[in-house]
C-alpha cells in the first residue's frame, strides 16, 4: 500500500527548499573562550541526538579573538532548525548563527 500525495495546497513542506531528514551545516560564530566549543555542541546534541562531535570545524579569526564554529546535525523539520537557531542565538556565549 502507498502513501497518499500530499494535496500541495496544505503539504507543510512546501514552504521549504530543505528536504527532511537531511545533513545541515550551521555557523557558529563567539569570542573565542573556554567552554565555547562544548556550549555549541552540547546545544547541537539536544536537537539532534546522533550528531557527532567529530564533525566539527573550528576557525580562529584572523587576529585569533574569535572562533567560528561550523556544526553539521541531522535536521528533521522546520520546527527543530528554528528551535536550534533561538537556543543558538540567545546562548551568552554566541555572537552570531548562520
Not at 523539520?77 to 546562548?91: A, C, G, I, K, V
Request: zero cysteines.
Amino acid at each position: 500500500m502507498t502513501a497518499p500525495t500530499p494535496d500541495p495546497a496544505t503539504d507543510p513542506r512546501k514552504d521549504s527548499l530543505i528536504e527532511y531528514p537531511s545533513q545541515f551545516p550551521i555557523k557558529v560564530m563567539g569570542t573565542k573562550a573556554e567552554g565555547f566549543v562544548h556550549a555549541v555542541t552540547s546545544i547541537a546534541k539536544q536537537f539532534d541526538p546522533n550528531f557527532d562531535a567529530s564533525t566539527v570545524e573550528l576557525r580562529d579569526s584572523k587576529a585569533g579573538n574569535y572562533l567560528g564554529i561550523t556544526i553539521t546535525i541531522t535536521a528533521t523539520s522546520r520546527e527543530q532548525l528554528d528551535e536550534l537557531y533561538r537556543t543558538l542565538s540567545t546562548h551568552p556565549m554566541v555572537k552570531v548563527v548562520l
